[in-house]
């Protein structure tokens, strides 16, 4: 008699089931795991749970257990509660502008986007007359840096090259290449948009509390400072 082949079974912390409720979880994840620019393989191997599963997951064609899902959102670096309604955008209102020290000379800098979101990131610069990001060249880890002049007047030294934008004008150039650049007015604050794709690292720039003056402060220290030269 031809030997018979036991069933397959699941893993505990896998269903192939959808929850009766009918709850759907699977953009959420999809949405945070591409936000963190994670592969489903990357995800799998941090968080123990399978390829093939994380992909059913995210098209709702399975559940977790609650240990899975507490484990896949500590992977994905988010709060297991974020699941529980449909994202509809993350709002940051002009008054709740987190500033971030991100180097240079009397500049305040604020992030516009999710802390977490690694996709592209915006930063707003508030450069007070002759300040800027020094003298010295310096390139980002990034594909491709925007710069879009809200008021003032900026000038951006891309290698040899001096670039003076005025309110208005933009620039996009890859940010890798060594480039500094400060506010060219006298009289009053050039206000700057810089666009990053993808987001430069979680260590490029530092959380800092309002200065004295309200701005956030600047650091000095060269290993925690993006706009100094790395070679």
Not at 35 to 57: D, H, I, P, W, Y
Not at 98 to 120: C, D, K, M, Q, S
Not at 139 to 164: N, S, W
Not at 171 to 191: G, L
Request: charged share 25%; net charge neutral; with cysteine.
């Amino acid at each position: 008699m031809a030997k018979r082949s036991a069933p397959a079974v699941s893993a505990p912390e896998e269903h192939s089931a959808v929850a009766g409720d009918g709850s759907r979880i699977g953009a959420q994840l999809k949405g945070a795991r591409l936000a963190q620019r994670m592969t489903l393989a990357e995800v799998a191997l941090q968080s123990g749970l399978t390829k093939g599963f994380l992909s059913k997951l995210e098209r709702d064609q399975a559940t977790a257990s609650v240990a899975s899902l507490m484990r896949l959102c500590e992977t994905l670096a988010i709060p297991v509660g974020s699941l529980f309604h449909a994202s509809t955008g993350e709002i940051v209102r002009r008054d709740d502008y987190p500033p971030i020290n991100f180097g240079g000379v009397n500049i305040a800098e604020y992030l516009l986007t999710p802390h977490g979101e690694r996709r592209v990131q915006a930063i707003l610069s508030e450069i007070a007359p002759g300040g800027g990001s020094g003298d010295e060249l310096y390139g980002l880890p990034a594909d491709v840096e925007f710069v879009y002049v809200i008021e003032g007047r900026l000038q951006v030294t891309l290698r040899a090259k001096q670039i003076v934008l005025e309110a208005g004008d933009a620039f996009t150039f890859p940010p890798r290449n060594e480039h500094c650049f400060r506010s060219a007015t006298d009289d009053r604050t050039t206000r700057v948009l810089w666009v990053f794709a993808p987001a430069l690292p979680p260590d490029a720039a530092v959380n800092s509390p309002p200065g004295p003056s309200g701005n956030g402060s600047t650091s000095t220290d060269p290993k925690s400072n993006p706009r100094r030269r790395r070679d």
